[in-house]
């Protein structure tokens, strides 16, 4: 062993452990940081998903769909046909308000749907005019995000896109109430 390598080892066997004081810091400084993100969290949320956010999307894309609504345009868009069950819950939204809302879209001509022979369920499906109207829609989101992190350079960008891929991934694998 080198000389420098026996000080490093001197070094962390001497080192003291943490004390009470020292870990009752850190936890509160985490829990800070915890609350941090999830005021950020709860802030940006209520900006995007905003009336005020709600109408500039509508007046970019030239379509007066809400957001709500654009979600099961969303669903359908990328997982394709499915009940009326599944994408209340697909969304989290309530069956009466999906049941309600479909047939708006269905009246606008974005979606159409079909009956089961028992006709106790509704398939949904886009209609060409909801597809186009989705990627309508789907560039204006894109050019407003460009908008706000047009100062943004690409390495923070990148960070951005890895820190929030994690988040989504953190989020994804956490239990929620209705799965114990």
Known sequence: MTRQQE?????????????????RKTAVQRKQRLDRIEDAMTHLNRIINGRAADRVRMERSGIPISKPLMMMLRALYEHGPMTVGELGELNHMD????????????????????????????????????RDVYRRWRRANATIVGQALHEWNDDDLESLVTHLERLLRSFAQTPRDDDT
């Open 7 to 23: 000080s490093a080892a001197h070094e962390l066997s001497t080192a003291a452990a943490p004390t009470v004081a020292a870990r």
């Open 95 to 130: 069956k009466g308000y999906v049941s309600r809302s479909w047939r708006s879209l269905r009246a606008g001509g974005f979606i159409s749907a079909s009956e089961s022979d028992d006709q106790r369920t509704t398939t949904l499906q886009l209609t060409p005019a909801g």
